[in-house]
């Protein structure tokens, strides 16, 4: 679940699971209260994940975590960096952190901290810092299952230049992003969208109307994958508004 990009199917069979639980019992456990936070951010129920990373927070988050983080607090920052419920400047500030504990043990934990940091760049129109993050995290991403982070990173990257007018920079990572979605079967996927309006914004700089209209329709009627963060809601409108 660390990613927070989990495939509906298993969201499901994790929700079934869950089901015996109170949310009492589920917030005594700092752990288990992390995971339901990403099953229901990836359900598209922000405010149920909210609430248990809320809750995870009052837990004993000091000693080893399930997942494989050195820490269930690191775990938890990555858990936060992702919902982003603080603001842009807590998202980067825990995906920091991540960055800074994790960076030992395995390119996993690297690419999730590599992938916040680079996103709250963008948002925070330091689009130079965002490349380096993001960069690094696509250098890491190299395994199959990385599929849907290398084109969120490769969106983002697509932002990032053309806020810099690096035209030729931004047209490789947007046509890279897209292509990955077809290669992987993620047309379905949270990533599609962020790929989408990349390649749109490239088409719309390069004066090609007609298929930027017709990517922008196509990643607009995906805007309900974005439902569990609002900070990612906020984002993509703003840029199909432009």
């Known amino acids: 679940c660390t990613s927070g990009l989990i495939a509906r199917d298993q969201a499901e069979a994790m929700r079934s699971l869950l089901a015996d639980c109170t949310d009492a019992e589920i917030g005594a456990d700092p752990q288990l209260a992390i995971a339901a936070a990403w099953l229901y951010w990836s359900l598209g129920e922000g405010l149920q994940a909210q609430r248990y990373a809320v809750a995870a927070e009052r837990g004993d988050l000091e000693?080893?975590?399930?997942?494989?983080?050195?820490?269930i607090r690191s775990s938890l920052a990555n858990l936060n960096a992702t919902l982003a419920f603080r603001g842009v400047h807590e998202m980067l500030a825990d995906a920091e952190y991540v960055y800074a504990t994790e960076r030992e043990?395995?390119?996993?934990?690297?690419?999730?901290?590599?992938?916040?940091?680079?996103?709250?760049?963008?948002?925070?129109?330091?689009?130079?810092?965002?490349?380096?993050?993001?960069?690094e995290a696509l250098m890491l991403a190299t395994a199959p299952e990385h599929a849907a982070a290398r084109i969120v990173c490769l969106g983002y990257l697509a932002y990032a230049a053309a806020d810099l007018g690096r035209w030729p920079d931004a047209r490789k990572w947007a046509r890279e992003a897209k292509a990955l979605i077809g290669e992987r079967d993620l047309s379905r996927s949270l990533p599609a969208p962020i790929a989408l309006t990349a390649k749109a914004t490239v088409l719309v700089h390069d004066g090609d109307l007609y298929r930027?209209?017709?990517d922008l329709a196509e990643a607009t009627a995906l805007g309900h994958l974005f439902a569990g963060a609002r900070w990612m809601t906020a984002d993509m409108e703003l840029r199909w508004g432009e």
């Open 63 to 71: 000693g080893p975590s399930a997942d494989g983080a050195s820490s």
């Open 105 to 135: 043990t395995g390119a996993r934990w690297v690419v999730d901290s590599c992938r916040s940091i680079g996103m709250a760049n963008v948002l925070l129109d330091r689009p130079a810092e965002a490349i380096v993050a993001l960069r």
């Open 212 to 214: 930027a209209a017709q």
